[in-house]
């Protein structure tokens, strides 16, 4: 029993022994910068022969306490912690507590592979879209995607929009290759070349100018996958059918840092019109920005339009086209591309058309039968050279276009037989150089020259001799033709100083530009083989147009956090001048104009934004307002001008409230906006069962509108699918001149535009597209008088994947149109698709059958409070395409 307390006694002198040779080390952990501490960092004690005897991690204080013994000797203290420099010290005698601060740095992480992507993401004003997430087995091209993105929509033409605004740009792995001809790419880039679908918000095109100055564009950009950029890679498509269809394509597609291209050789008789990928979706108004408009087409062969239905079942053509994109970026930062189309085009049109003008007291009639042919040939050539810095931009941009155009109609109006003949020539210049440098002290200089020159004289010949109480004293003659030429030059230089930096930052700008223009005309009868004038003396035009414009400008822009705003102060002297002295026609307008505007944008929360605009412009028309001179537009339409300048004047107020949730992939946007405009002039129209002329009197109109507009996007994770609505409210109040009459007139249209596709069972999908319209149009002083229309454009498709390498699709459109008083029109159109994949070849074989229900014309019925149309047209029958493409 003694040994046992002997024993007892040795091990706790032994345990107090060691407790008296520990040690205790204490610290605190504070990041060096911010002075906040660090938790959850590894603390490890390692002897001399560096090796770990202790460690610890640090609480949420940053604080740890490690005992270590004494007999370790030296030790090193070793903190590592991911984001901050590794720290060591030798212990020594050091005092404690410690008060450690670690340096932060950062650590990029390699080799890590990412298993699960998601289908979206943010960063910052981009929006980043996983394109392997939403397409689909039957998808082939990448505008094929993009029309079921959440927040983004495409129109039948091909423009894209996000969240109801219209993009800007369309790049291509950061370069702009097709400018804003951007539906080329859409439907030829497969989309398994594509990684993802960036939407760049608030965007600027010049690097120089990025976060410089107030913007609220989209654009889109495709980010091109690494594996697609090795090599040149394209399709081959060739398709024949019955009743003697051919339809076939070549194009080659490259995708690097240094060079892009993108070539496609096209030609088809099925219904494809090819004038698609040369339509520029923003170059539409980039004269009108500048202070003119080109002079369109004045003269046409007749007057019914085209019907609301694919051009596919209506276009009887025989084209062909090529078009050709090249980008090369050089190592010193320049950049050089060219842009070349052609086209070659003949078509024919075989349609009936009955008008109908109602007033109180009568009702005026016209009907017209046409069948026509129209050939065509054009060609577009651009070549760019830039360099787009974040230190300078400097940009040439040479753009020429040639149009020529010949087209034949033979009609059947009011019992009469009419041959009429149609021709135009487009020739253009056009030449855009921007100069953008920032200097030292950060300030900026802006200074572009633009320079434009067009020309179209057209002709138009109708026989026999048309309006012969207007033109012959009323005497029957052979044949009518009307020339007209339109030269146009228009040259515009500003400069200007921006200085981005302060509270307010400030632009001061100076501009002057000059247009000039020459609008000559005359009219030719024809009696057997005798050409002599008309009997009036108002058949003739030689106006000469001279407008310059000089105006100094002041910006103002305030940032700051979650608002952005803007007020642009711009003070103009505009000069015009216009003469003929056939009429003793020459007249002088001076004008001092001040156009101010205004946009304010807040962030609200972290992703929805609220942006508000006024803007207050002036127009003072063109030279179409105001020639004297008797000018036939078509069979049976005459117009001239009786006053000068059709000013104007507009106040336009616009609000829109974009809502994004990215990662419940939800967006939502609203829109109002109210527009005025005030004219000091009016189109008087006065029909007669004969003929349509139209003057320019001196009557004021104002014209108020109101739209409101709203958009839902949703994407549904159980269904794996976007659910989307859109809806649209608009009222419109003006006043028409009519036969001799002032009629106010009011229109309100409704319309509602849900789109859907979801999997009904298995390999089977449904989608649903529909446009559902309801209008009004009233003549408020004849309340008898108004019309109400609904139409309905219903597209619904059953795509489905029955075997693995087999995909079977049926697609249905239906078009329903109901009014009172007039016919219900429904009509139902059904195609059919079959694509069977040899993986092995790289080859697709495709069946399409078009039109099942062989739908043979098409009636269209419009309807204003006092206007009707019942339109005819002669549509391709059922058609049954075979096609093998070829991936090269």
């Known amino acids: 029993m003694k040994a046992v307390y002997l024993f007892v006694y040795a091990l ?234 051919y339809d076939g394509e070549v194009n080659s597609i490259l995708f690097n840092k240094k060079h892009k291209m993108l070539h496609v050789l096209s030609g088809n008789n099925r219904g494809k019109d090819l004038r698609g990928d040369f339509l520029g979706y923003n170059r539409d108004n980039s004269l009108a920005r500048m202070g003119t408009m080109p002079v369109n087409n004045l003269l046409a062969l007749g007057t ?197 930096k302060g509270r307010i930052s400030q632009y001061y700008n100076a501009l002057l530009s000059v247009e000039d223009q020459q609008l000559s005309s005359h009219i030719n009868i024809y009696q057997g083989a005798s050409v002599y004038p008309p009997s009036t003396d108002s058949a003739v035009n030689n106006l000469h147009w001279r407008r310059s414009q000089f105006s100094v400008s002041a910006s103002y822009g305030w940032k700051r956090k979650r608002i952005e705003a803007q007020l642009n102060l711009p003070i103009t002297f505009q000069h015009t001048n216009f003469d003929d002295p056939h009429y003793h026609l020459d007249e002088t307008q001076r004008h001092w104009l001040f156009l101010p505007s205004f946009l304010m944008k807040y962030r609200a929360w972290q992703e929805d934004e609220l942006d508000f605009s006024y803007t207050f412009t002036n127009n003072f028309g063109n030279i179409q307002d105001v020639y004297r001179g008797l000018v036939i537009r078509d069979y049976r339409s005459l117009s001239q001008n009786s006053v000068g300048i059709n000013e104007s004047h507009t106040q336009t107020f616009r609000a829109n409230y974009r809502l994004s949730r990215t990662l419940s992939l939800l967006f939502s946007d609203v829109g109002l906006q109210y527009t005025t ?52 409210w608009t009222l419109t109040d003006f006043n028409q001149f009519f036969n001799g009459e002032l009629l106010p007139f009011q229109n309100r249209n409704v319309s509602l535009q849900p789109d859907i596709e979801l999997k009904v069972w298995k390999s089977i999908n449904l989608s649903y597209r529909g446009n559902l319209s309801w209008s009004t149009s009233e003549q408020k002083d004849h309340p008898e008088l108004v019309n109400r229309i609904f139409t309905a454009s219903q597209h619904i498709g059953l795509p489905s994947l029955p075997f693995k390498k087999v995909f079977i699709g049926v697609n249905g459109r239906h078009l329903y149109t109901q009014q009172r008083e007039q016919p219900h029109v429904s009509y139902f159109f059904l195609d059919a698709f079959a694509r069977y994949r040899l993986k092995k070849w790289k080859t697709d074989l495709e069946l399409n059958l078009t039109n099942l229900t062989d739908v043979r014309t098409f009636e269209t019925y419009a309807v204003t409070a006092n206007h009707q149309t019942h339109n005819s047209y002669e549509l391709r029958g059922r058609m049954a395409i075979l096609r093998a493409v070829f991936t090269l």
């Not at 901050?84 to 050091?94: E, I, N, S, T």
């Open 304 to 500: 019914v339009g085209a019907p609301p239905i694919p051009k596919q079942h209506y276009f009887m053509n025989n084209s062909g086209g090529i078009n050709s994109n090249s980008l090369v970026n050089l190592a010193t930062g320049w950049q050089a591309k060219i842009n070349l189309q052609g086209l070659y085009d003949r078509n024919t049109r075989d349609f009936n058309g009955y008008t109908y003008y109602l007033t109180p007291t009568e009702i005026i009639t016209f009907d017209e039968q046409q069948q026509s042919e129209i050939e065509s040939l054009l060609g577009a050539f651009r070549l760019l050279i830039n360099k787009n810095e974040s230190n300078m931009f400097l940009n040439n941009a040479l753009s020429v276009e040639y149009e020529k155009e010949h087209g034949l109609a033979s009609l059947h109006t009011n019992d009469q037989q009419i041959k009429a003949q149609l021709n135009h020539r487009i020739r253009g210049l056009t030449n855009l150089l921007e100069y953008v440098p920032q200097l030292r002290s950060g300030n900026i200089i802006q200074v572009d020259w633009y320079v434009h020159y067009g020309e179209k004289p057209q002709s138009l010949a109708i026989f026999p001799g048309v309006s012969a109480d207007v033109l012959n004293r009323g005497e029957p003659y052979t044949g009518t033709t009307q020339h007209l030429r339109v030269p146009n030059f228009f040259s515009r230089i500003s400069a200007g100083y921006r200085m981005p």
């Open 677 to 728: 405009t005030y004219r000091k002039a009016m189109i008087a129209h006065t029909v007669s069962n004969d003929i349509s002329q139209t003057v320019l009197l001196p009557i004021p109109n104002k014209i108020g509108a109101l739209q409101l507009q709203a958009g839902f996007d949703k994407y549904i994770f159980p269904i794996a699918s976007t659910v989307k609505l859109r809806g649209m």
């Open 12 to 245: 706790l002198l032994d345990t107090s022994v060691v407790c008296a040779q520990q040690r205790e080390i204490r610290g605190t952990l504070v990041d060096k910068s911010t002075e906040r501490p660090i938790p959850s960092a590894s603390v490890n004690i390692k002897s001399a022969d560096n090796k770990i005897r202790a460690f610890k991690t640090t609480d949420r204080n940053g604080t740890f306490v490690v005992s270590i013994p004494e007999e370790w000797g030296e030790c090193t203290l070793e903190i590592n912690h991911l984001g901050y420099q590794k720290y060591q010290c030798r212990l020594g005698d050091k005092k404690v507590p410690l008060r450690i601060e670690l340096e932060p740095q950062t650590v990029l992480l390699e080799h890590i592979e990412v298993k699960s992507k998601p289908k979206i993401r943010r960063t910052g004003d981009t929006v980043s879209y996983d394109v392997g997430s939403f397409a689909k087995e039957e998808d082939r091209s990448i505008g094929d995607v993009i029309r079921r993105l959440p927040g983004m929509e495409v129109s039948e033409s091909g423009q894209i929009k996000y969240q109801g605004k219209a993009i800007s740009n369309f790049y291509i792995d950061g370069d702009d290759l097709l400018d804003d001809r951007y539906s080329l790419g859409t439907r030829t880039i497969p989309h398994n070349m594509v990684k993802d679908i960036q939407v760049l918000n608030n965007h600027e095109h010049l690097k120089v100018l990025k976060n410089k100055r107030f913007t609220d564009q989209v654009a889109i950009n495709l980010v091109i996958k690494e594996s697609a950029k090795l090599k040149t890679t394209g399709e081959a498509k060739v398709a024949a059918g019955l009743p003697n269809i």
